[in-house]
């Protein structure tokens, strides 16, 4: 006997699972959110699930996993989305005064979504605000595809349990980051970082930050010491920069010049 299903959290219809692929080939497996300002919508992932240099991850196009049917979960397509358009990144990245920043944002075209699609995403209320007070040890989730595992019935991630583990609005080691300890494996790059907030409205989370990627020593001695099971975490302001309509778009690889983050104060 099977208790009766429960409506679906709508945190998982705003999380969505990213496959990067350079034509038909698959590379690596990602996670990624919605956002929408105004009539936009985005899809929110860590910079590097789009490009990264140093271990020659150049992909071409996402695949982004939808729900066609609001009715039927278990139904499931991809939608593909191409990273460049005449030479130039379809997808806006950002950097600050102390470092890059890995995240990106990539739009896309509602009229490529299904009209019956099942999907949530996060707004620009979703963000922190004065109001919102972040303090040490406060929960945390983040809800994601660790090694690419998921509820693959579904096509709905699995949500990872943590909490804040350095001063919310810090700039930690002068990035405009902060930590949290939530178990993560690869595969969760780009995955929303978020707490409850019943008064968000039909998606009732804060938008905390956006989780990029494990910390740990590199002297650490691994027949010893556990790994850290630190994470470091993007301020979330970011997103307000890097989806202004008038944003240039940029040659893969570099910022664009007017992407500022600022976190939150202490």
Request: with cysteine; proline share 10%; charged share 20%.
């Amino acid at each position: 006997m099977t208790a009766a299903a429960a409506p679906i959290d709508p945190l998982l219809l705003a999380t969505a699972r990213i496959g990067t692929f350079v034509g038909k080939i698959g590379l690596t497996n990602a996670t990624g959110f919605f956002f929408r300002r105004g009539g936009r919508l985005y899809l929110v992932s860590s910079r590097h699930v789009f490009i990264d240099e140093p271990s020659g991850h150049h992909p071409d196009r996402l695949e982004i996993e939808i729900h066609p049917d609001a009715d039927n979960l278990a139904d499931s397509i991809g939608l593909s989305v191409l990273l460049y358009r005449e030479g130039l990144a379809n997808w806006r990245q950002g950097r600050d005064e102390g470092s890059e920043i890995d995240v990106g944002v990539l739009e896309i075209d509602p009229a490529a979504l299904p009209a019956d699609v099942a999907m949530a995403a996060f707004t620009p209320e979703h963000l922190p605000g004065p109001g919102d007070d972040i303090g040490l040890g406060e929960p945390l989730l983040i809800p994601g595809f660790p090694l690419g595992f998921h509820d693959g019935l579904h096509h709905v991630p699995v949500v990872r349990q943590g909490s804040v583990a350095s001063p919310y609005g810090w700039r930690f080691q002068g990035r405009g980051c902060f930590l949290t300890d939530a178990r993560t494996h690869r595969g969760i790059s780009g995955a929303p970082v978020v707490m409850r907030a019943p008064g968000r409205g039909a998606l009732p989370w804060l938008l905390a930050g956006i989780h990029s990627s494990r910390l740990d020593m590199g002297n650490r001695d691994q027949g010893v010491d556990e790994s850290l099971g630190l994470n470091a975490a993007w301020y979330p302001d970011i997103l307000m920069t890097l989806t202004e309509p008038t944003a240039p778009a940029v040659p893969p690889g570099e910022a664009a010049p007017d992407a500022a983050c600022v976190p939150l104060p202490a």
